[in-house]
């Protein structure tokens, strides 16, 4: 049972708009026991007022207890079961720098590392050095040429740059060559399948072409492959769910997940949520789905700043009327995950969701917060019902079956 | 992992009784925001005492967003996973019409449509001509003779009729022959698999014959296949169970369903609630499992008729003391879907469920409605975890594993 298929099935298109609004990281702990959430302790009078036409509930976002990552969580919010869609780690990095990933291009996640004169690792990092010292060795493996491939090569933060080959015939199936310890020499690049063996033949090159270029530069003077992936081929969302998607976003990693997806990510120079909410107005009449999302609300919780936290979460209310008054047929809230500023990271704690429409259940709830989502009509749900919800209360999702 | 077969081995028969009530499309909507639904608006004192040895719950019937047809609602209901046992239309347009469908027999849902001289088609569903002029038509067809097959054709409603062929070494494996536009000739008629081309002939000439009857017919003069279906051969409800199930139910399409799990239909003239329990009440120390099927509650939400819906519930819930007369050691009362007035359709919302036994864990809930049900002791759940609770609370089921 492939459930996107008859999704796809179902999707009527009858020209309402949905709008999917992620905080990233929403869900939260109190600082002390007994205490409240950042989304509780936030003054919300405008997602409060919302309760009044809206469905509350709680999702887990892969299973319980897992703890996911940008990429799951996403895959998740836009209704792809993240434990079979998994995207590689050289695509998300490659992303998360806004590389404008080709469905062909191999990507990899590259860490600068130090070897010895014997070739052992001596520190798997390179002593995390700093972003601006990695970039320098980053520009000295743009001059690596191999034929028959186009390489580009990004710094990332710190000791990870990535790493994209692009070409014909090109594969994702090599290990990594990180032997994951010190003490050993860095591992020699293999390939799963014969298919891939022209792309490892590539990557040895890189890598020997690599090692020469960067001997004189301890404590980076190596690097290991981790994550040989390529665009994981997902069916489009657009076509999926019959809507002209797009994505508002700041942050690059969020905009290479939408175009991932098939989504159009819209150009922009917004950075708060009201600017964000301005670019959702400006492009209201070219779209039936737009996902906007807010980063800093995971970013403060990953510092543990409850107070900075509850601010992000303030504004995005304080800008919500500007998004209600387009007047969109659902409107959901809700996070990818949980990053609780008590545990500094993401969490796996069921993740707060309100969703507003005119065809909701209501229930009894009169403010948007973890606890008031616990006895909310949408009940615990996964995160991959979002998207089937969402489409259904826009009265998008015919009947299943006769 | 087969849930039935573990289902069956865990499965004793101590004699105990269930009834499973089902008040079809009974989940609902207010018809204002902050209203009541039909099942909270109307009095049911009955009900509403029962909640005291009561289980409440929600259960969504497919999946969250899924709108499921009558099909999927009682497949669920019946603990046959909805998703994976789709019973075809051409099956399911037979049972409606309460054509006795035997295992072996194909059936084909059909429309009359309209073809100009060129053999296009010029309107998908005959102009949708009444029922009356249809059956003249179905007269016609039912003249055809072809050696090695039995062939029924049975009016429908308008446009629509079925045809049931009934032979040995016959297949549902054949495409629909509706283009599903204007202005192309009808499809040929094609099989999916080598085993079907017996069936696919058959079918070319019944069509052959069909359009040479029906020339001077206009606007019905030709007709399309669709849903061509045998019965999925489901594993059947009353061995898998180990209960003698009988079904008390007054439209076909709900008799043709029970008779497609095997359970013995009551041939009955009961129409109103209290006229079904009395069916119950007559056939009581035959079986150990009766399945009531109220129709009414949903035909009023699908014309918009809250008022109506609520004096449906309100005659089950005044007859009630009849079926608790009977004392039934588990009484399940719920639906195979919601029907909300305010949407006049099938809709998505999770459907409310009471559970009566002495072995529930009860909950605070003093009425049996959707708000009430939100809090229930039996939580959120899935149509298909009905009869395992029902069994459980019947103490019916064993111990899974060791």
Redesign the interface.
């Known amino acids: ?1 492939d ?1 996107l298929k ?1 999704i796809h099935d ?1 999707a009527v298109d009858n020209g309402s708009k949905i709008v999917l609004l992620v905080m990233d990281g929403l869900g939260g702990l109190p600082m002390q026991a007994g205490g409240k959430t950042a989304l509780e302790a936030a003054r919300t009078p405008n997602m409060d007022a919302l309760t ?2 809206a469905s509350l509930g709680l999702s887990d976002v892969v299973a319980p207890g897992f703890s996911p990552g940008s990429g799951p969580g996403h895959m998740a919010l836009f209704g792809y079961d993240p434990l079979e869609n998994l995207i590689g780690r050289g695509v998300l990095e490659a992303l998360g720098v806004g590389f404008e990933l080709r469905p062909d291009d191999v990507a990899i996640r590259c860490n600068f590392c130090t070897i010895d004169a014997d070739g052992n690792i001596t520190d798997r990092r390179a002593g995390r050095i700093p972003t601006d010292e990695a970039t320098k060795r980053v520009e000295l493996l743009r001059q690596i040429k191999i034929p028959g491939v186009e390489i580009f090569v990004e710094p990332v933060k710190e000791y990870r740059f990535a790493v994209v080959l692009r070409g014909e015939g090109l594969s994702g199936d090599i290990d990594d060559t990180d032997p994951q310890r010190t003490g050993v020499p860095i591992l020699p690049v293999t390939s799963r399948t014969p298919a891939a063996e022209k792309t490892a033949e590539i990557l040895r090159q890189f890598v020997a072409a690599g090692e020469k270029l960067l001997a004189d530069h301890a404590p980076a003077n190596a690097f290991t492959l981790r994550g040989v992936a390529m665009d994981p081929g997902l069916p489009k969302f657009p076509e999926v769910y019959r809507m002209k998607s797009a994505a508002v976003a700041v942050y690059p990693m969020y905009k290479g997940v939408s175009r991932l997806v098939g989504m159009d990510v819209i150009v922009h120079d917004a950075e708060s949520p009201a600017e964000e909410f301005a670019v959702v107005k400006e492009y209201w009449d070219k779209y039936d789905f737009f996902f906007v999302h807010i980063k800093k609300t995971d970013s403060y919780g990953e510092d543990g700043n409850f107070e900075a936290r509850k601010k992000v979460i303030e504004a995005v209310d304080a800008a919500l009327p500007d998004l209600l008054a387009l007047k969109p047929d659902v409107l959901v809230i809700t996070g990818d995950h949980s990053t609780p500023a008590a545990l500094k990271r993401h969490s796996w704690h069921p993740v707060p969701i309100l969703l507003a429409a ?2 909701v ?4 709830a009169t403010e948007f917060g973890e606890t008031a989502c616990l ?1 909310g ?5 996964r995160h991959t ?1 979002i ?6 209360h826009a ?1 998008r ?6």
């Open positions: 049972m459930k008859l179902m009044a036409r005119d065809t259940r209501n229930d009894p006895h009509s949408l009940g615990h749900i019902d998207m089937p919800l969402a489409l259904a009265l999702l015919g009947k299943y079956g006769a």
